[in-house]
Nanobody, 128 residues
Framework: QVQLVESGGGLVQAGDSLRLSCAAS????????MGWFRQAPGKEREFVAA????????YYADSVKGRFTVSRDNDKNTVYLQMNSLKPEDTAVYYC?????????????????????WGQGTQVTVSS
């Protein structure tokens, strides 16, 4: 069981940066792959980025590749999402999640159904 709490959201202007943090509590945080998802009003929750337990393998949605960076510090039980060059279309509630279903992401992006533990979300609003 893992409990997740996101922080770091806010209101910024286009082109600005934000860093989201996700603090985890519970056992075996370092053994979980972690993911970031986002959900805009009226839209489905979508994958943003994910990172394997050892930080050596990361995945990104095409829409954020080159602008966002996911990282983790297993000693601090924390995963981060550095967001640069933010755009208005990045506006959403951002969720941190821990993987609970083992599935290869080699050919298909991480899916909502791969993650069984979720935080409450943090709002990111990017004004134009």
């Amino acid at each position: 069981q893992v409990q997740l709490v996101e922080s770091g959201g806010g209101l910024v202007q286009a082109g600005d940066s934000l860093r989201l943090s996700c603090a985890a509590s519970g056992r075996s945080f370092s053994s979980y792959a972690m993911g970031w998802f986002r959900q805009a009003p009226g839209k489905e929750r979508e994958f943003v980025a994910a990172i394997k337990w050892n930080s050596r393998i990361t995945y990104y949605a095409d829409s954020v590749k080159g602008r966002f960076t996911v990282s983790r510090d297993n000693d601090k039980n924390t995963v981060y999402l550095q967001m640069n060059s933010l755009k208005p279309e990045d506006t959403a509630v951002y969720y941190c999640a821990a993987q609970s279903v083992l599935r290869s992401w080699l050919l298909n992006a991480p899916a909502v159904t791969d993650f069984g533990f979720w935080g409450q979300g943090t709002q990111v609003t990017v004004s134009s």
